[in-house]
C-alpha cells in the first residue's frame, strides 16, 4: 500500500478541505466562508442576512468562536439550524472541524452554508475550509489602512462588506483609500458599504448573495 506523507498542517487541511468540497459540490450547496476583525459586526450581518433572505433560501450556520455559545444563541433566535464550534483557544477554524460540526447540522434541502470564522485577520485566511467564497468584513472603526497591514485576508476575499457606515462620521475613516486600496489589491472584489445597525446598503449585499446562491444551484443541474 502505498503510503501518502503529509508534510505538514496546512497540507492535511487541504485534503479534508477537498473532501469537504466535493460534499457540498454533490448537494449544490453554496459554502461561505465569513470572517473580519473581532467586532466588526459578522454576527449582526449574519442576523440581517438571515432575515432577508429565510423565506427564499434555505439557510445553515457554523459559528466559530474560541469559547461561548453566544453567536450561536443570536442565529438560532432567527429560526435558523446552527451549530457552534468552540475552539478552545485556537485563533481560526479548520476544515477538520467543519466535518465534526458537520456531524451535527444536517445539509438536505441547504441552499447556503454559513461559516462564521473566529475573529481574526490573519489566519483564518489561511486554512481553506471548502468553501466557495471568502467574504470579510471591515468596520469604519477599524482604520482604513488594515487591507494593507493584513492584506492575504483582504486579497482573498470575493466580497468586503464596509459595515458600521452609520459611524462613519464621527470616524477619520477614508471610505476614498480604502476602495484604492482594494482595488490595487484585489481587483475583482465586490465591496458593500453598509450599516447593519441602520440596515443601510445592506439589500445590495443580499441580493448579489442570492445570485451567488442561485449560480451554484445552476452548475449542478
Ligand atoms: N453602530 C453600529 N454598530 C454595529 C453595526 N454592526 C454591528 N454593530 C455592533 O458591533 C458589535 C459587534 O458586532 P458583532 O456582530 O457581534 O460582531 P462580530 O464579532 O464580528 O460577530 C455589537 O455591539 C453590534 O451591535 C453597525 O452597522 N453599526
Ligand atoms: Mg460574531
Ligand atoms: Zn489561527
Known amino acids: 500500500m502505498k503510503v501518502q506523507l503529509v508534510s505538514n498542517i496546512l497540507d492535511a487541511n487541504t485534503v479534508i478541505a477537498k473532501e469537504m468540497k466535493r460534499r457540498y459540490q454533490e448537494r449544490g450547496i453554496l459554502v461561505l466562508n465569513l470572517m473580519s476583525?473581532?467586532?466588526?459586526?459578522?454576527?449582526?450581518?449574519?442576523?440581517?442576512?438571515?432575515?432577508?433572505?429565510?423565506?427564499?433560501?434555505?439557510?445553515?450556520?457554523?459559528?466559530?468562536?474560541?469559547?461561548?455559545?453566544?453567536?450561536?444563541?443570536?442565529?438560532?433566535?432567527?429560526?435558523?439550524?446552527?451549530?457552534?464550534?468552540?475552539?478552545?483557544?485556537?485563533?481560526?477554524?479548520?476544515?477538520?472541524?467543519?466535518?465534526?460540526?458537520?456531524?451535527?447540522?444536517?445539509?438536505?434541502?441547504?441552499?447556503?452554508?454559513?461559516?462564521?470564522?473566529?475573529?481574526?485577520?490573519?489566519?483564518?485566511?489561511e486554512f481553506d475550509l471548502g468553501e466557495d467564497l471568502k467574504v470579510m468584513v471591515i468596520s469604519v472603526t477599524e482604520g482604513n489602512d488594515k487591507p494593507n497591514k493584513y492584506p492575504l485576508m483582504f486579497h482573498e476575499s470575493r466580497a468586503i462588506l464596509v459595515n458600521k457606515q452609520d459611524l462613519l462620521p464621527y470616524t477619520n475613516f477614508d471610505m476614498g483609500a480604502l476602495m484604492q486600496d482594494l482595488a490595487?489589491?484585489?481587483?475583482?472584489?465586490?465591496?458593500?458599504?453598509?450599516?447593519?445597525?441602520?440596515?443601510?446598503?445592506?439589500?445590495?449585499?443580499?441580493?448579489?448573495?442570492?445570485?451567488?446562491?442561485?449560480?451554484?444551484?445552476?452548475?449542478?443541474?
Do not use: Y
Open 37 to 125: 476583525a473581532p467586532g466588526a459586526g459578522k454576527t449582526t450581518i449574519l442576523e440581517n442576512t438571515i432575515e432577508c433572505l429565510k423565506e427564499k433560501v434555505s439557510i445553515a450556520v457554523i459559528e466559530g468562536d474560541i469559547c461561548t455559545t453566544l453567536d450561536a444563541d443570536r442565529i438560532a433566535s432567527h429560526g435558523v439550524p446552527v451549530v457552534q464550534i468552540n475552539t478552545e483557544g485556537a485563533c481560526h477554524l479548520d476544515a477538520n472541524m467543519i466535518a465534526r460540526a458537520l456531524d451535527n447540522l444536517p445539509l438536505e434541502g441547504v441552499d447556503l452554508l454559513i461559516i462564521e470564522n473566529v475573529g481574526n485577520l490573519v489566519c483564518p485566511a
Open 184 to 221: 490595487d489589491l484585489n481587483p475583482h472584489c465586490q465591496v458593500f458599504p453598509l450599516s447593519a445597525r441602520t440596515g443601510e446598503g445592506v439589500s445590495a449585499w443580499v441580493e448579489w448573495l442570492e445570485k451567488q446562491v442561485r449560480d451554484k444551484k445552476g452548475q449542478g443541474q
